[in-house]
């Protein structure tokens, strides 16, 4: 009988320790996400607002850096940075860092931030400074499509306007229009600068043979992009190379040569072609 109640307290000791530890648990994740909530309410509230110029006067410099460094004229950058942002005062630009609302690709390994775009969560990328925006929208245009752009002349704030439409950055008819009723508004092109002709020769060189470097990085990009939904699976917390390949009746070196993978590293959110 004394054996039977000793039994009978431990038990019962025993579901009183996992039903605060279940209490517990759901505490923490509570507080989490209210920390999450928090961090973000603070960004916004903490964040100084700017008015066009002075979102000018703040960026023109990085802008600058990066015509000279590839030839994206700075009205170009500046322009496509007030009207994507805001003005700098947009969630993205306030919470993410993020001035030209780049999403997340395939190969992205940063950290990203959901919302609702075009599609619900869709993903975007997280900067730790906004400059880092501006420097990854160089990198981002630096692209197949976009190639015959940087044979323009750095200055040539027009020819870009049209020349981003006509290789499909934008999906509004009037997007060049746009862009230079900005630069015209703003007087954005006296920071713009022409440059020689040996000069842009030289930097031509090197952003098409950086382009072409990043055409297999593109080839990967492509493959989500043309792949029907229903052949790609979401990664989610916890998954691995290993168990989405087990779901879907696959290898792991098969999943990795569908996806054109040369590693094991897989993110939230990354999309992967799971079936043949």
């Given at each position: 009988?004394?054996?039977l109640?000793?039994?009978?307290s431990?038990?019962?000791?025993?579901?009183a320790?996992?039903s605060r530890?279940?209490t517990?648990?759901n505490s923490?994740a509570?507080?989490?996400?209210?920390?999450?909530?928090?961090?973000?309410?603070?960004?916004?509230a903490n964040y100084?607002?700017y008015?066009?110029?002075?979102?000018?006067?703040?960026?023109?410099?990085?802008?600058?850096?990066?015509?000279?460094a590839y030839g994206?004229?700075?009205s170009?950058?500046?322009a496509?940075?007030?009207?994507e942002?805001?003005n700098?005062?947009g969630d993205?630009?306030?919470?993410?860092?993020?001035?030209?609302?780049?999403?997340?690709?395939?190969?992205?390994k940063?950290?990203s931030y959901?919302?609702?775009?075009d599609?619900v969560?869709d993903?975007?990328?997280?900067y730790?400074h906004p400059e880092?925006?501006?420097?990854?929208h160089?990198?981002?245009l630096?692209?197949?499509r976009y190639?015959a752009l940087?044979?323009l002349?750095?200055?040539?704030?027009?020819?870009?306007a049209?020349?981003?439409?006509?290789?499909?950055y934008?999906?509004?008819?009037?997007y060049?229009?746009?862009?230079?009723g900005?630069?015209?508004?703003y007087?954005?092109d006296?920071?713009?600068r022409?440059?020689?002709?040996?000069?842009?020769?030289?930097?031509?060189?090197?952003?098409?043979?950086q382009?072409?470097?990043?055409?297999?990085k593109?080839?990967k990009?492509?493959?989500?992009?043309v792949?029907?939904?229903?052949?790609?699976?979401t990664v989610?917390?916890?998954d691995?190379?290993f168990?989405?390949?087990k779901?879907?009746?696959l290898?792991?070196?098969?999943l990795?040569?569908?996806n054109?993978?040369?590693?094991?590293?897989i993110?939230i959110?990354?999309k992967?072609v799971v079936?043949?």
């Open positions: 009988m004394r054996k109640v000793c039994a009978l431990v038990l019962v000791l025993l579901s320790c996992s530890k279940k517990i648990s923490q509570h507080h989490n996400n209210k920390e999450i909530q928090k961090a973000h309410s603070d960004a916004i100084t607002t008015t066009a110029d002075q979102y000018i006067q703040r960026f023109k410099t990085i802008a600058i850096q990066e015509m000279n994206i004229p700075a170009i950058t500046l496509q940075g007030l009207f942002s805001g700098g005062n993205l630009a306030r919470i993410a860092n993020n001035h030209f609302g780049i999403k997340c690709t395939a190969d992205w940063g950290k959901y919302k609702d775009d599609q969560n993903c975007f990328r997280v730790d880092d925006s501006f420097r990854d160089s990198n981002f630096k692209r197949k190639a940087f044979e002349d750095k200055n040539d704030y027009q020819g870009w049209y020349g981003l439409k006509a290789a499909g934008a999906t509004n008819p009037k060049p229009q746009l862009l230079i900005v630069i015209q508004k007087n954005l006296q920071y713009d022409p440059e020689g002709e040996l000069q842009k020769i030289k930097r031509e060189d090197r952003v098409l043979s382009i072409n470097q990043n055409i297999g593109a080839v990009d492509s493959i989500i992009q792949t029907p939904t229903d052949k790609l699976y989610k917390q916890g691995t190379l168990n989405i390949s779901r879907f009746g290898t792991v070196d098969e990795k040569a569908l054109n993978m040369g590693d094991n590293n993110k959110g990354q992967l079936i043949k």
